[in-house]
């Protein structure tokens, strides 16, 4: 078994991770990133999850910048999409852009090649093909990973790690308190083509269902199967629907090679960042700022202590497994937040493992103020004592 060191270790390629991995590599910390699939995304790209959802507050305010706004440029490198015109032009107004959400659709092998670039380009190591099974503890430390390879187990040491996983397996392995969500739908993102158009089909039971449609676990071997081959099964159904009302010729061309699973596990902390309860709010650990991607007018902030995991002291979460209630989970979940998130937990992973200091909450919005990260606690009405 032969052992790499390293400083920041991210596991997981999906937004999360790539925002990670370049705020740590940008932070100065020799960085390398672990993913189990072939190439960078997740959901965003091998899922067919297309659409980086708003930047904005839908009120004309921009709240998420740094990589979450870089991303949104990177996933449109390679075309197609666009920048809605009034978030483009730098002299554009409140007036003007308000009502007009700053997002894309974009495609997902542009966004692939396109972050996959990104990352290379900024000295960040990339392994694929690797999945995290297994890692070593000294105290209240993570010092290590395992993973498995085609020629056996493979170790990484680090000073700290990133759980971009989406699923919190690290958080779990190292036995961080954790929890579950077994209400997954039904999912089916998914191009069709019928010689004549391209479109992508936004397949999926109804997100809220509490009831009358199967529910599925995104940690037990059995409810992923199933997942998969009910996706699968959704999608030939649609497919044989459209055939039978008027377009014989359609047929899937793209389908999602990863499953489609919302919420899966999280990182449970002492703090549940909700929809329900922190609209409006600014945390004094703020890292970071949201729009809701539902309802137009609403702010939020992200605190620090959603992503700073609780027993290992150099362990962080980004993405959709950082600490969030219910109501929450539905915000951080999406792509905006999990590029904000992941720049948060890049910096200070960065932070502490090349100074073996725990970052000042201060020193580390200063970094990501300095970085493009957007926090500014005058646009919040309600502030924590
Ligand atoms: C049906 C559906 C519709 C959605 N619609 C939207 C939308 O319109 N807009 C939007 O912004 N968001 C949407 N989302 C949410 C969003 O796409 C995802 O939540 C987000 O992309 C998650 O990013 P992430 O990096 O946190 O996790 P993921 O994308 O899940 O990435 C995690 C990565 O880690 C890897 N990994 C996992 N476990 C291991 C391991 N043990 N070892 C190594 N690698 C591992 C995975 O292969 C994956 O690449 C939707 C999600 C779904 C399911």
Request: glycine content about 10%; aromatic content about 8%.
């Amino acid at each position: 078994m032969s052992s790499t060191q390293y400083d920041v270790v991210v596991c997981g390629g999906g937004i999360a991770g790539i925002a990670s991995a370049l705020a740590a590599v940008r932070s100065g910390a020799k960085t390398c990133l672990l993913e189990k699939e072939y190439g960078l995304g997740g959901l965003a790209t091998l899922g067919l999850i297309v659409v980086y959802l708003p930047l904005c507050d839908g009120a004309g305010v921009k709240m998420s910048g740094g990589i979450a706004e870089e991303l949104i440029k990177v996933s449109i490198k390679y075309g197609p999409g666009n920048i809605p015109e009034a978030w483009e032009r730098e002299d554009a107004t409140k007036a003007e852009r308000s009502g007009i959400r700053y997002q894309v659709q974009y495609n997902p092998a542009s966004m692939m090649i396109a972050a996959e670039e990104l990352l290379l380009s900024e000295g960040i190591t990339i392994f694929y093909d690797a999945r995290i099974s297994g890692l070593e503890r000294d105290g209240n430390r993570v010092i290590a990973v395992k993973f498995g390879t085609k020629s056996g187990e493979r170790i990484f040491t680090g000073r700290s790690f990133i759980d971009a996983t989406g699923d919190a397996d690290l958080s779990w392995l190292a036995d961080e308190r954790v929890v579950e969500d077994a209400t997954n739908k039904r999912t089916g993102w998914y191009y069709s083509y019928n010689d004549k158009e391209l479109k992508l089909n936004q397949l999926s039971d109804p997100l809220y269902a509490s009831s009358g449609v199967p529910f599925y676990s995104g940690t037990i071997l059995e409810d992923i199967s199933q997942h998969c081959i009910d996706g699968r099964k959704m999608i030939l159904e649609h497919i044989r629907s459209m055939r039978e009302s008027g377009n014989p010729h359609i047929y899937p061309l793209i389908i999602p090679t990863i499953p489609g699973f919302r919420m899966t596990r999280r990182l449970s902390t002492n703090l549940e960042f909700s929809e329900d309860l922190h609209e409006g709010y600014w945390f004094n650990d703020s890292i970071g700022m949201i729009g809701n991607w539902k309802r137009k007018n609403l702010r939020y902030s992200i605190p620090y202590r959603a992503i700073k995991a609780i027993k290992n002291s150099n362990l962080f979460a980004a993405g959709r497994c950082c600490c969030a209630d219910k109501s929450g989970w539905d915000l951080m979940r999406v792509i905006p937040t999990c590029a904000v998130t992941g720049e948060a937990a890049g910096t200070a992973g960065a932070m502490l493992a090349l100074t073996g200091e725990q970052p000042e909450i201060s020193e580390l919005q200063r970094v990501l103020r300095k970085n493009g990260v957007l926090l500014q606690p005058e646009l919040f009405e309600r502030r924590e004592a």
